[in-house]
Nanobody, 114 residues
Framework: VQLVESGGGLVQPGGSLRLSCAAS?????????TGWYRQAPGKERELVAS???????VYADSVKGRFAISRDNAKKTVYLQMNSLKPEDTAVYYC????????WGQGTQVTVSS
């Protein structure tokens, strides 16, 4: 199983980014729960947003109303649309897929700075 994130980068406060996570080596991707986590320097990894196999979503309070998670099972891809970005959103963002076992991507850096 391989998860590959893309879409990170440097953005000014108030800007937007869209992260993508492409999965390979998973036969039944639609059955997996998926999510995005982030880890800032000196902090623990935290859940940003998740979307279940049934499409139910959960968001961290800090991103509600600004971020949106979605998935395309045919493309085996999970997305995270991030709007109104703040400096405190700066972190390495990791994709997760789970179905009894957790799988992680390598992470993509998001930096929000003027």
């Amino acid at each position: 199983v391989q998860l590959v994130e893309s879409g990170g980068g440097l953005v000014q406060p108030g800007g937007s980014l869209r992260l993508s996570c492409a999965a390979s080596g998973i036969a039944f991707f639609s059955m997996y729960g998926t999510g995005w986590y982030r880890q800032a320097p000196g902090k623990e990894r935290e859940l940003v947003a998740s979307i279940s196999s049934g499409g139910q979503t959960v968001y961290a309070d800090s991103v509600k109303g600004r971020f949106a998670i979605s998935r395309d099972n045919a493309k085996k891809t999970v997305y995270l649309q991030m709007n109104s970005l703040k400096p405190e959103d700066t972190a390495v963002y990791y994709c997760n897929a789970n179905y009894g076992t957790n799988f992680w991507g390598q992470g993509t850096q998001v930096t929000v700075s003027s």
